[in-house]
């Protein structure tokens, strides 16, 4: 019997129903499964963490690629359901909560994750700041942060990723390819190069700046650093002009690399 065909996973869900509070929604399109693990780049030399396996409709394909997955979930009922489902010699099931639970990070991993949306984004935070991060992250979230990461409109949250890494929008998927079927659609992207080349600069102040200058969002960049930092327009106009940024453009039309030029003009 496929346990991971629509009908049974129907029926397993009857008698596990998914919990909103794990914000659980699993997959049940099998081709958007292999999408995902075939993004990712496996190879029989690859160590996969996986966050949120659920039922193990991702697992069971992470486990046919790769050398070894190890696979966190919070919820007590699926860590039973995993393991008297899934026998892969190479596949480790540890339960824990992804984003606060006592568990090591394997090395030269790969991060496959179908993200619970409610905490998408503190976890993708969580990995991309780790002292152990992943070589890739391959993660589902809800479309509208998948987009916000990847869009050519800077935003903070746009930032704080391109800040560790490099992100790319892969592709859509419908909110009808779940079970249960959430409110919103989803979306797969690619995060790597992680924390190749961090910007030389004190973080938290440079979060700093760029939480002021996006204080309103609508108002230009120059009369939005003015009035949050209390300085003159023309001693604003000043380090502009060194990190040669237009005064009249709005924070959202700034991009990642002209932000760390203003913060060193700032800063020197």
């Given at each position: 019997?496929?346990?991971?065909?629509?009908?049974?996973?129907?029926?397993?869900?009857?008698?596990?129903?998914?919990?909103?509070?794990?914000?659980?929604?699993?997959?049940?399109?099998?081709?958007?499964?292999?999408?995902?693990?075939?993004?990712?780049?496996?190879?029989?030399?690859?160590?996969?963490?996986?966050?949120?396996?659920?039922?193990?409709?991702?697992?069971?394909e992470l486990a046919k690629k790769s050398k070894k997955v190890i696979a966190i979930e919070k919820d007590k009922r699926m860590?039973?359901?995993l393991k008297n489902n899934l026998k892969a010699a190479n596949l480790r099931i540890v339960e824990a909560d992804a984003l606060?639970?006592?568990?090591?990070?394997?090395?030269?991993?790969?991060?496959?994750?179908?993200?619970?949306?409610?905490?998408?984004?503190?976890l993708i935070r969580k990995f991309l700041e780790a002292q152990r991060p992943p070589k890739i992250m391959i993660l589902m979230?809800?479309?509208?942060?998948?987009?916000?990461?990847?869009?050519?409109?800077?935003?903070?949250?746009?930032?704080?990723?391109?800040?560790?890494?490099?992100?790319?929008?892969?592709?859509?998927?419908?909110?009808?390819?779940?079970?249960?079927?959430?409110?919103?659609?989803?979306?797969?992207?690619?995060?790597?190069?992680?924390?190749?080349?961090?910007?030389?600069?004190?973080?938290?102040?440079?979060?700093?700046?760029?939480?002021?200058?996006?204080?309103?969002?609508?108002?230009?960049?120059?009369?939005?650093?003015?009035?949050?930092?209390?300085?003159?327009?023309?001693?604003?106009?000043?380090?502009?002009?060194?990190?040669?940024?237009?005064?009249?453009?709005?924070?959202?039309?700034?991009?990642?690399?002209?932000?760390?030029?203003?913060?060193?003009?700032?800063?020197?």
């Amino acid at each position: 019997m496929d346990l991971f065909d629509k009908k049974t996973i129907k029926q397993t869900l009857k008698n596990l129903p998914a919990l909103k509070k794990f914000g659980q929604n699993f997959l049940i399109d099998k081709n958007i499964l292999k999408k995902i693990a075939e993004a990712a780049k496996l190879t029989k030399d690859d160590i996969v963490l996986e966050i949120g396996p659920g039922l193990g409709s991702l697992t069971q394909e992470l486990a046919k690629k790769s050398k070894k997955v190890i696979a966190i979930e919070k919820d007590k009922r699926m860590v039973k359901l995993l393991k008297n489902n899934l026998k892969a010699a190479n596949l480790r099931i540890v339960e824990a909560d992804a984003l606060y639970g006592d568990y090591s990070l394997p090395k030269n991993y790969k991060l496959i994750a179908n993200l619970p949306y409610n905490i998408s984004v503190p976890l993708i935070r969580k990995f991309l700041e780790a002292q152990r991060p992943p070589k890739i992250m391959i993660l589902m979230t809800q479309l509208e942060v998948a987009e916000k990461i990847c869009s050519q409109k800077t935003s903070i949250l746009k930032i704080a990723v391109e800040f560790y890494g490099k992100a790319e929008f892969l592709f859509k998927v419908p909110k009808e390819k779940f079970l249960p079927q959430p409110k919103v659609d989803g979306g797969v992207i690619r995060i790597d190069k992680i924390q190749k080349s961090i910007p030389n600069v004190d973080k938290k102040k440079f979060f700093e700046l760029l939480k002021s200058g996006f204080a309103y969002p609508r108002k230009t960049i120059l009369n939005n650093l003015s009035k949050k930092l209390k300085i003159e327009k023309g001693e604003v106009l000043k380090l502009f002009e060194k990190a040669d940024i237009n005064p009249k453009e709005r924070p959202q039309d700034i991009d990642f690399k002209h932000w760390v030029k203003l913060f060193n003009s700032f800063h020197n």
